[in-house]
């Protein structure tokens, strides 16, 4: 696997899968951008939360980004995963090569001591 046509189509597979996983509280909504033009994807988390420690009914507004990837000079670059098992660990079972991952929640430091690639 290494073509940017091919990882545009895995990245939106695989986010699309994660807004299949329900919340276990609140109403919360799962919402994919693809800019398949400038190539950014994210999965965007939006809606409501209970706050029992304030009273029964009370809730909280819910808006943030749970997924982040760019594919930059033929690298998928991880921006935010607050997913459990991670999306690069989901890249490289659909084959994507570790050295076209970049994890660029970590400093490049940090990169340096990983599998991945560093930029």
Request: glycine share 6%.
């Given at each position: 696997?290494?073509?940017?046509?091919?990882?545009?189509?895995?990245?939106?597979?695989?986010?699309?899968?994660?807004?299949?996983?329900?919340?276990?509280?609140?109403?919360?909504?799962?919402?994919t951008i693809f800019d398949q033009e400038h190539d950014r994807y994210?999965?965007?988390?939006?809606?409501?939360?209970?706050?029992?420690?304030?009273?029964?009914?009370?809730?909280?507004?819910?808006?943030?980004?749970?997924?982040?990837?760019?594919?930059?000079?033929?690298?998928?670059?991880i921006q935010r995963d607050g997913t459990e098992e991670g999306i690069?660990?989901?890249?490289?079972?659909?084959?994507?090569?570790?050295?076209?991952?970049?994890?660029?929640?970590?400093?490049?430091?940090?990169?340096?001591?990983?599998e991945f690639a560093v930029a």
């Amino acid at each position: 696997m290494g073509t940017t046509a091919q990882y545009r189509q895995l990245i939106c597979n695989i986010l699309t899968e994660h807004t299949q996983i329900p919340y276990s509280y609140g109403d919360i909504l799962h919402e994919t951008i693809f800019d398949q033009e400038h190539d950014r994807y994210l999965v965007m988390i939006l809606g409501r939360e209970p706050v029992p420690e304030l009273s029964p009914t009370a809730t909280r507004r819910v808006h943030g980004c749970l997924i982040h990837i760019d594919i930059i000079d033929g690298k998928i670059w991880i921006q935010r995963d607050g997913t459990e098992e991670g999306i690069a660990t989901e890249l490289v079972r659909a084959g994507v090569p570790k050295d076209r991952i970049v994890l660029a929640f970590w400093s490049e430091e940090l990169r340096k001591d990983s599998e991945f690639a560093v930029a």
